[in-house]
């Protein structure tokens, strides 16, 4: 069965770079039957989808965090990271990674989620 | 693609139906996945395709809809069930509905 964990800091500064990391057991980050995504959740924008990639390294970016958002996968470490710069309080929230079949960009598959926090 | 779900709040007494609505801002034909989500968890898939159960989803849950109206109905609400249900389109993009609570009656 297909699992996701992340991590990376729970706190980060404003105007600083998120990073965090999402490692896959349970399945290759290079099959090609999944794309990996980013989501994230707020209490006043609920749940809001950040990005995803597939192992060939294409990526699909929200418009709304497209300049300020990159992801990227390694293959060695069967992980997929995600990259948010400049950010504000506004991007205080529960990250959580996910993964679908590339049949449907639905998430079959979830991360328990990571909660950051922006503040200096 | 905007997708609003209603209910906010739905109550519900253990036994009986619920039937939860969203609808999208323009068609997106069978596109619809339905998730419900616990606290202090993450969502759970129930629902893609806009009608088709993922793997152990028990039978109690169907769901329906094309184009922009889309229903999940709970036939007999175990108190596992009790818990937040979002809607997600996949043909723009990805968006979210807002989310319904349910909640014991």
């Known amino acids: 069965q297909l699992q996701l964990q992340e991590s990376g800091p729970g706190l980060v500064k404003p105007s600083e770079t998120l990073s965090l990391t999402c490692t896959v057991s349970?399945?290759?980050?290079?099959?090609?039957?999944?794309?990996w995504a980013w989501i994230r959740q707020t209490p006043e924008k609920g749940l809001e989808w950040i990005g995803h990639i597939y192992s060939s390294g294409s990526t699909f970016y929200n418009s709304s965090l497209k300049s300020r958002v990159s992801m990227s996968v390694d293959t060695p470490k069967n992980q997929f990271s995600l990259k948010l710069h400049s950010v504000t309080a506004a991007d205080t929230a529960v990250y959580f990674c996910?993964?679908?079949?590339?049949?449907?960009?639905?998430?079959?598959?979830w991360g328990q989620g990571t909660v950051v926090a922006v503040s200096s | 693609t905007i997708m609003t779900q209603s209910p906010a709040t739905l109550s519900v007494s253990p036994g009986e139906r619920a039937t939860l609505s969203c609808r999208a801002s323009?068609?997106?034909?069978?596109?619809l996945a339905w998730y419900q989500q616990k606290p202090g968890q993450a969502p759970r898939l129930l629902i893609f395709d806009a009608s088709t159960r993922a793997t152990g989803v028990p039978a109690r849950f169907s769901a329906s809809g094309s184009g922009t109206e889309f229903t999940l109905t709970i036939s007999s609400l175990q108190s596992e069930d009790f818990a937040l249900y979002y809607c997600?389109?996949?043909?723009?993009?990805?968006?979210f509905g807002g989310g319904t609570k349910v909640e014991i009656k």
């Open positions: 996910a993964a679908g079949f590339y049949t449907g960009w639905f998430l079959s598959f």
């Open positions: 349970g399945a290759s980050i290079s099959s090609s039957d999944y794309f």
């Open positions: 323009q068609s997106i034909n069978s596109k």
């Open positions: 997600q389109q996949y043909i723009n993009w990805l968006s």
